[in-house]
Nanobody
Framework: EVQLQASGGGSVQAGGSLRLSCAVSGFTRDDYAIGWFRQAPGKERELIASIRRRDGSSDVRDSVQGRAAVVFSNTKNTLYLQLNSLESEDTAVYYC?????????????????WGEGTQVTVSS
């Protein structure tokens, strides 16, 4: 059974750092990708980073480029998102998700399994 749940959110001052975790079960070699999304109040859900299952390659989107890194630990079955130089614009609920097939279907890119989100609040 596929299960994903993000954790590690909280309140942090602008310029600070935070690492989010997502415990994952059911992420197999037949899946396509796993990644992080976020959604701020009144805004569309946004892809921020992902990892392709086949070769482990990662993709970090422009909104967090240079400030974020995404890593999947095979031994711990855990997806991580390291966020640095946090800004007020980073305030959102962060979700982890996985896809079974490749898709360019905006905005969720074929992600068909979702975990519960974790709140990140950046204050100035």
């Amino acid at each position: 059974e596929v299960q994903l749940q993000a954790s590690g959110g909280g309140s942090v001052q602008a310029g600070g750092s935070l690492r989010l975790s997502c415990a994952v079960s059911g992420f197999t070699r037949d899946d396509y990708a796993i990644g992080w999304f976020r959604q701020a109040p009144g805004k569309e859900r946004e892809l921020i980073a992902s990892i392709r299952r086949r070769d482990g390659s990662s993709d970090v989107r422009d909104s967090v480029q240079g400030r974020a890194a995404v890593v999947f630990s095979n031994t711990k079955n855990t997806l991580y998102l390291q966020l640095n130089s946090l800004e007020s614009e980073d305030t959102a609920v962060y979700y982890c998700a996985k896809s079974t097939v490749r898709s360019n279907w905006y905005p969720t890119y074929g992600m068909d399994y979702w975990g519960e989100g974790t709140q990140v609040t950046v204050s100035s």
